[in-house]
T-cell receptor, first 111, second 114 residues
């Protein structure tokens, strides 16, 4: 079975600091996509970053970057210069024909 | 920008009631999805549709049905609501073909079944 595991139910970071959210997945597929989605409190879930498995280069979107380790099946999200607006639940997801989500990590940003 | 809307943000229903959750997208996406979100479980796929009149079961379809009469609209139906269907329901849509893996989500409907 294909699974996604986020082992950190909750994380906190000081404003302007850097935080890394962990995600591991299990699959026998070689071609797939990985995502991080952000769900702010009472607001719409939005796509943060997207990674194609065939690309070795780690995806980056402004302050958000990933560390994609295909052999280890690891896909962590790094948020640099954390801002109060980054406080949200973050979901890691994996796609090979359908999206499979992790359990989510709630990120608190302290001023 | 893709816009996915859901008919209600909050709903309170009684056990046994028939419940309709509506989802509309305005970007001409072929694919539409219904998920439920529960604490500690992430999002789980209930049903999806790749075209009008077409539907496929997801991972947890029991107790649910869907309807897709128009391309832009995808409805989730709880024929007889039960307390274990209290949850957050999220609708999503995506293109067919290239970029089909990227889904866009609605704001969610938080359903409470008493």
């Amino acid at each position: 079975a294909q699974t996604v595991t986020q082992s950190q139910p909750e994380m906190s970071v000081q404003e302007a600091e850097t935080v890394t959210l962990s995600c591991t997945y299990d699959t026998s597929e070689s071609d797939y996509y990985l995502f991080w989605y952000k769900q702010p409190p009472s607001r719409q879930m939005i796509l943060v970053i997207r990674q194609e498995a065939y690309k070795q280069q780690n995806a980056t979107e402004n302050r958000f970057s990933v560390n994609f380790q295909k052999a280890a099946k690891s896909f962590s999200l790094k948020i640099s210069d954390s801002q109060l607006g980054d406080a949200a639940m973050y979901f890691c997801a994996f796609y090979t024909g359908k999206l499979i989500f992790g359990q989510g990590t709630t990120l608190q940003v302290k001023p | 920008d893709v816009k996915v809307t859901q008919s209600s943000r909050y709903l309170v229903k009684r056990t046994g009631e028939k419940v309709f959750l509506e989802c509309v997208q305005d970007m001409d996406h072929e694919n539409m999805f219904w998920y439920r979100q529960d604490p500690g479980l992430g999002l789980r796929l209930i049903y999806f549709s790749y075209d009008v009149k077409m539907k496929e079961k997801g991972d947890i379809p029991e107790g649910y049905s869907v309807s897709r009469e128009k391309k832009e609209r995808f409805s989730l139906i709880l024929e007889s609501a039960s307390t274990n269907q209290t949850s957050m329901y999220l609708c999503a849509s995506s293109l067919r073909g290239q970029n089909q893996e990227t889904q866009y989500f609605g704001p969610g409907t938080r359903l409470l079944v008493l």
